[in-house]
């Protein structure tokens, strides 16, 4: 589970140092960062993705999780010569210790259940460089670096602040050829593990990054458009797709293998599908769910809703947009293995007001129960007026619950940790957060009694 994040020199962030919680809430005006925090980290996961290994940074293209051009697009206010910095820390499911290669089996060297990675990426030469890189684990540090400003040569050292067991790595006498820098930005060269005797654990860190990665899954904020029929061959989806147009497959692939969900406590367990069309209507948009094969080996498949307990049922594609729009966003949650970070943007685009504070609900209710950690991009009141009203009802922490405002001043973003307390207030409600509602309806007021002074003296 991700716990923290801090950029410096990435797109409108010139510094971002953000918390998550088990559900974190991203709010603001346009342009203003939000979308660019979870841009940064889809950015970390498809240069984990990448197979060229010399690539750096993978910046993207139109089939990508993100496509932010160039190193040149990426940056702060375009400066080339700044250099992009982060670190990324999170939490693991189960701590992990580290034996000691150079004593007895059950010595242990490093043990813990957080672990941070920081790196950063430069231009060099009109070429686009990662020199240093560090992991922070067991209350150690873990660097690579060069020995000495703009040399080709590194140095692999271990560091720790605190009054620990001293650690050095011992090289290998055998092979005292110079040492390269990073691969990507997370992971150390090949030669770090052969040139010294003790250091195999840094695939172990490397590992740990790799599985985090793996475990965020993202869905955009525009939507494929509902499909007549849907064909699928019998393959299992990683996830619903960037657009949701996967969703069915997912469903189909869950129902096949008899995945059952509840809803915590002592709730029943049910059949994928029926959780699905269970919190369908549950938000209002329907009756009833259910995907069904068109023919016996048709490998086609349709999506068939009834909107009214006594209205005909019909196609997905023939009732309201809402259904096709949030039905992605409820199939992903269900999906995704228990303890992964889902990054939702903007899930309330096409949702009535009422529908939005349903889907808040449904953020909250399976965050708890699948230990899933959900990072939302939103401009939804409605959602943010939902997650504060289950704070004051006692039915989510306010501790696993982190809510931001974020906004730009002279085109630089900033962000502010929303205050909020155990009865749902937030203490530093931002001016404007959500339009001068209080102005509005004042200023109508006023219009209408002028309107009707007016029309009483003709």
């Known amino acids: ?55 750096v940074l993978d910046f993207g293209g139109p089939e990508q999780f993100v496509n932010l051009g160039s190193f040149s697009d990426a940056v702060h206010l375009h400066r080339i010569t700044e250099q992009l910095e982060w670190k990324v820390r999170w939490k693991l499911q189960k701590e992990i210790s580290i034996a000691n290669p150079s004593g007895k089996r059950t010595d242990i060297l490093f043990s813990g259940s957080t672990i941070s ?41 271990a560091e720790s602040k605190e009054p620990k067991q001293p650690f050095h790595f011992v090289r290998n006498k055998a092979r005292a050829w110079a040492l390269p820098g990073p691969v990507k930005t997370h992971l150390f060269p090949d030669q770090a593990k052969t040139y010294f005797q003790n250091s195999d654990f840094l695939g172990v860190l490397e590992s740990e990054y790799e599985t985090m990665m793996d475990s965020i899954y993202y869905l955009g904020p525009l939507r494929a458009p509902p499909r007549r029929e849907y064909p699928w061959s019998g393959a299992s989806p990683s996830d619903v797709g960037l657009r949701g147009e996967r969703a069915v497959e997912a469903l189909l692939a869950a129902t096949v293998r008899g995945e059952t969900r509840n809803l915590g406590g002592r709730t029943h367990y049910k059949p994928f599908q029926e959780m699905i069309a ?50 992605p966003a409820l199939v992903l949650l269900h999906y995704v293995p228990s ?24 953020i909250l209710t399976v965050a708890r129960v699948r230990k899933l950690q959900v990072i939302v991009e939103s401009h939804s009141e409605h959602m943010l007026r939902r997650f504060q009203r289950r704070v004051a009802e006692e039915r989510y922490s306010a501790d696993s619950l982190k809510l931001y405002f974020c906004d730009t001043v002279d085109g630089v973003a900033t962000l502010d940790n929303l205050e909020l307390n155990m009865f749902g207030e937030i203490g530093n409600w931002p001016e404007s957060f959500f339009g001068d509602e209080m102005t509005e309806i004042s200023e109508t007021r006023k219009a209408v009694l002028r309107r009707k002074t007016s029309a009483r003296t003709s």
């Open 117 to 157: 990675a920081s790196s950063i990426a430069r231009m060099k030469d009109r070429s686009l460089v990662s020199d240093r890189l560090e992991y922070s684990f067991g209350g150690y540090k873990f660097r690579i670096e060069p020995k000495k400003e703009g040399a080709t040569e590194f140095d692999l050292t």
């Open 278 to 327: 269970y919190w369908l209507k549950e938000l209002g948009l329907i009756h009833s769910f259910r995907i069904e094969e068109i023919g016996s080996g048709a490998n086609l498949y349709r999506a068939i809703v009834q909107r009214d307990v006594k209205g005909p049922e019909a196609l997905l594609t023939d009732v309201g947009f809402g259904v096709s729009q949030v039905l």
């Open 339 to 362: 303890g992964s970070t889902v990054l939702m943007e903007q899930p309330e685009i096409h949702l009535h007001p009422a529908v939005q504070s349903g889907l808040a609900d449904v």
């Open 1 to 55: 589970m991700l716990d923290r994040l801090i950029i410096n020199n990435f797109k409108a962030w010139r510094s971002l140092d953000i918390e998550f919680g088990a559900v974190t809430g991203l709010f603001g005006t346009n342009s203003s960062g939000k979308s660019s925090v979870l841009q940064f980290l889809l950015l970390l996961k498809q240069t984990k993705n990448a197979t060229d290994r010399g690539l």
